[in-house]
């Protein structure tokens, strides 16, 4: 955004409109220890030296380490051409892009990336996104709630802490029923979850792979599940998924996953990109937007959005949610990735990724007094105990160059010696190899 430029007449006109009688009661609903005081810059700098200024500050940041880091948010390679086409003006610029007689271009783009989820997911009906995945996956237990008049949820332990904090979040002030299942040997606790299936429950929520990286086949669950009529929800790691087995295959009623992997960079909070797809039977509850293809009256072809139950546009009582859909140019991100790539594309990047995390784990299995925890099979994300706190580990790892992963006493109290090391098809075999003699000096000697 361009630098505007306020005199004090002018902010004064414009506190004068708002009814503030100074920047101070502008802003008096923000708490005073969160108010930005000074941005300390010596009086008198010209315009040169206060950039230098703050380059100088933001050198001070870590933005060259290499990056072992994942917990959800993957350092994958992004196209140029992503870049390119994303940024062209008509996308770009382009705000509710939704009106049919003028945004022909954008619909087409998220019928597309919805084909595109639909096929990565093996479901019937996709929306056209959502904010991230943890929204995704609160959005799929109220489809379940109103879907089966139920309001009993079962939450596997595997699934993102982050997500269960989201989903607990927005559920504070709702009359919904959790029940969450620890994990303890890497994959769900199967007769935990089945003690608590019921006739009252509406969904139960697995994560495959789980945010220890761990691979699971569901299948068991699923069928458990429906035979108490409930729903299966599962988040999926759509890269996972060009090799794993579909939720669609498994049998899952409502796929949802966050689509940063998907030629979307990392940042610090996003934006990201939820997905969500589900069985045909559901679509009516699926919250969002849909695009639909259709003929106009002469025969064309045109897109259009189609099954919007929003209170914006039905009664509120009878909207499913009044959620949006995600940044537009996040989604139109995933689709031209998906596109790029193919379906031999993504499936190679995918191998790349489970070959050279097998790679790290080889390599880190050979320090002495580094455990790797193999209990069970997992994809491009695992976890290792150290003979120290990890957290500790990860701040002399970052003077080395490395973002080593993510500590897990964060989220798993007892844990605090566990890191959960991601590995994507971005790191070279020197790079493991630096990383895992890095990794000795730091908790071995």
Known sequence: MAYIANTPHQQQEMLKKCGAKSMSDLFADIPAPLRLLSLDIPKGKSEFEVMRYFEELASRNYSHLTSFLGGGFYD?????????????????????????????????????????????????????SLYDGGTALYEACQMAISATRRRKIVMDGGVNPIYRKMIYSYAANLSIDFHEVPVSHGQSERHKIFELLDNDTAAVILQNPNFFGVVDDHTDIVKKCHEHGALAIQSVNPIAAALLKSPGEIGVDIATGEGQPLGIPLSFGGPYLGFMASTKKLARKMPGRIVGKTLDRNGKEGFVLTLQAREQHIRREKATSNICTNQALCALRAHIYLSLMGTQGLKKTAKL????????????????????????????????????DAGECVGKMIEKGFAAGFPLGRYYPGMENYLLVAVTEKRTKSEIGTFAEALEEVVCR
């Open 76 to 128: 994958h390679f992004i196209p140029a051409a992503v870049d390119a086409l994303t940024g062209r003006s008509e996308f770009y610029t382009s705000y509710t892009p939704y009106q049919p007689e003028l945004s022909q271009g954008t619909l087409q783009a998220y019928y597309e990336y919805q084909s595109h989820i639909c096929r990565l997911t093996d479901m019937q009906v996709s929306n056209a």
């Open 353 to 388: 990724c489970l070959d050279k995390a097998h790679y790290a784990k080889q390599r880190i299995k050979a320090i002495p007094c580094v455990q790797v925890m193999e209990s069970s099979p997992t994809f491009h994300e695992f976890t290792i105990r150290l003979p120290m």
